[in-house]
């Protein structure tokens, strides 16, 4: 079964500290694998999305790395501001399956002052 | 422009009521999705239009879920019989085409039954 698990489910650290989500996926073949923001109540926002050829990829403060060998992707945030607090999602796609996603459960993420 | 829309952004029914959904996409995307999101839980992916071909509903998880996609543009997802296990949020996304594109997402319709 096509499965993505992220980790840890949730998160605090202090703001302008560094911090690193896990992402592991078993989707076979693999097309593409992208990570979320999502904020309370709000829809997810798309923060990178690479290929199978990528191992990584960097929006601002945001740097997603991929090993398609071990099936593992992090998100890594830098200089962590109070804005980051939010759930991050990673969301896998299988090759060929019509831009069919499988997410990830998410990783709860809070910045304290 | 415009992002995806979605209304109503609350709705409280009773079981056994019929409720109805609707998103507006991005103009000009042919791709929507539909995602069911419960508390606690992560994303489930409903049912999938792409252009004129016929819908991908592999996701809906039983009969009294359906969609329909009017003129390739606004979509409505309809629950008949809602059940309180419907409780969720409602996510629409679209997206321009075919391969690995960005969606983007609505801001959800939050359903609850009572």
């Known amino acids: 079964k096509n499965q993505v698990e992220q980790s840890p489910q949730s998160l605090i650290i202090l703001e302008g500290k560094n911090c690193t989500l896990q992402c592991n996926y078993t989707v076979s073949p693999f097309s593409n694998l992208r990570w979320y923001k999502q904020d309370t109540g709000r829809g997810p926002v798309s923060l990178t999305i690479m290929t199978f050829s990528e191992n990584t990829k960097s929006n601002g403060r945001y740097t997603a790395t991929l090993d398609a060998d071990t099936k593992q992707s992090s998100l890594h945030i830098t200089a962590s501001q109070l804005s980051d607090s939010a759930s991050y999602i990673c969301v896998v796609t299988f090759y060929n399956a019509g831009n069919m996603l499988t997410f990830g459960g998410g990783t709860r993420l809070m910045v304290k002052p | 422009g415009a992002g995806v829309s979605q209304s109503p952004s609350n709705k409280v029914t009773e079981k056994g009521k019929d409720v109805e959904l609707r998103c507006d996409p991005i103009?000009?995307?042919?791709?929507l999705y539909w995602y069911r999101q419960s508390l606690g839980q992560g994303l489930e992916f409903l049912i999938y239009f792409q252009g004129n071909s016929a819908p991908d509903k592999s996701g809906l998880p039983s009969d009294r879920f359906s969609a329909e996609r009017t003129g390739g543009s606004v979509s409505t997802l309809t629950i008949q019989r809602t059940q309180q296990e419907d409780s969720a949020v409602y996510l629409c996304a679209s997206s321009s085409g075919l391969g690995p594109l960005e969606q983007y997402f609505g801001p959800g319709t939050r359903l609850t039954v009572t």
């Open positions: 103009s000009g995307h042919t791709a």
